[in-house]
C-alpha cells in the first residue's frame, strides 16, 4: 500500500489486517520500485499524490521495469480523463475516494483472482505467445509487458479467436467493475503493444481477435 495519508493509510492497514492480509505500508515513492522487486506481492494499492512524486510516474516506472503486479489505484482524481490516463498507465483498476471499504476489498480481490487464477497452459497465435502459468507474453519472441488485465483480455480473447465476444462478455470476464470507456482503453492499450491488426473491433457489438491473413 503506498499511501501517504495518516489517517487513510492507518484504517486500511487495520482493515487488511482484520482481513489477514499482509501488508506493507509506504508513504513515499522513493524506494517502491526497489522494495517491490526485492520481495514477492499480490497487488499494489496506490495514491497518486504522494509528497515526493506523482503515483502515476511511479506506476509508468513500474510498468516500464517489466512489472505486470496488479495495480488498484485509489484517489481523489475524479474525471473522466483522470481514470482514462490511470488505466493507460497501467493500472488494473481505479477507486475514487471516498469509497466503502467492502468495494475496495471486493475490487482488489477482483484483481487478485484474474491475476492467480489461471490454470497450466499456454496459447500461439501469430507471432504472440502466450504462457498462461506465467502470465508471459512475447511477440516474434520478445517479451511484451502488459498488466495483469491486459493479460486477462489478450487471454480472452486468443481462446475464442475467430469469435467475436461481447463487450459485455469481456466486461463481465475480465473487467467487472468497469465503467465508460475502460474496455476500451484497454483494447488501445494492447493494439499499441501486440500490433493494432490482431485485435478487430465489430461495432455495435464488441472485438474479436484475428490473425492478420483472416
Do not use: C
Not at 476489498?105 to 497465435?125: M, P, Q
Not at 508471459?136 to 475467430?162: D, I, M, Y
Amino acid at each position: 500500500m503506498i499511501e501517504d495519508d495518516l489517517a487513510i493509510g492507518r484504517a486500511l492497514l487495520a482493515v487488511f489486517q482484520d482481513e489477514g492480509h499482509l501488508v506493507v505500508w509506504l508513504r513515499l515513492a522513493d524506494g517502491v520500485l526497489a522494495r517491490l522487486q526485492a520481495e514477492t506481492f499480490d497487488a499494489v494499492l496506490l495514491d497518486l499524490g504522494l509528497p515526493d512524486g506523482d503515483g502515476a510516474e511511479l506506476l509508468r516506472q513500474l510498468r516500464a521495469a517489466g512489472q505486470s503486479l496488479p495495480v488498484l489505484i485509489m484517489t481523489a482524481r475524479d474525471s473522466l480523463q483522470d481514470r482514462l490516463n490511470g488505466f493507460n498507465t497501467g493500472a488494473d483498476d481505479y477507486l475514487i475516494k471516498p469509497f466503502e471499504i467492502p468495494e475496495l476489498l471486493a475490487r482488489l480481490r477482483a484483481i487478485v483472482r484474474r491475476a492467480n487464477g489461471n490454470a497450466d497452459g499456454g496459447w500461439s497465435f501469430g507471432e504472440l505467445v502466450l504462457d498462461e502459468s506465467r502470465m508471459l507474453v512475447t511477440r516474434a519472441g520478445a517479451p511484451v509487458a502488459l498488466s495483469r488485465t491486459e493479460f486477462a483480455l489478450l487471454l480472452a480473447l486468443v481462446k475464442e479467436s475467430g469469435r467475436v465476444l461481447t463487450r459485455a462478455e469481456l466486461e463481465q470476464g475480465v473487467l467487472p467493475h468497469s465503467e465508460g470507456q475502460t474496455l476500451d482503453v484497454h483494447i488501445s492499450n494492447l493494439r499499441k503493444k501486440i500490433g493494432e491488426r490482431l485485435i478487430r473491433t465489430v461495432r455495435g457489438v464488441g472485438y474479436m481477435a484475428q490473425k492478420p491473413h483472416e
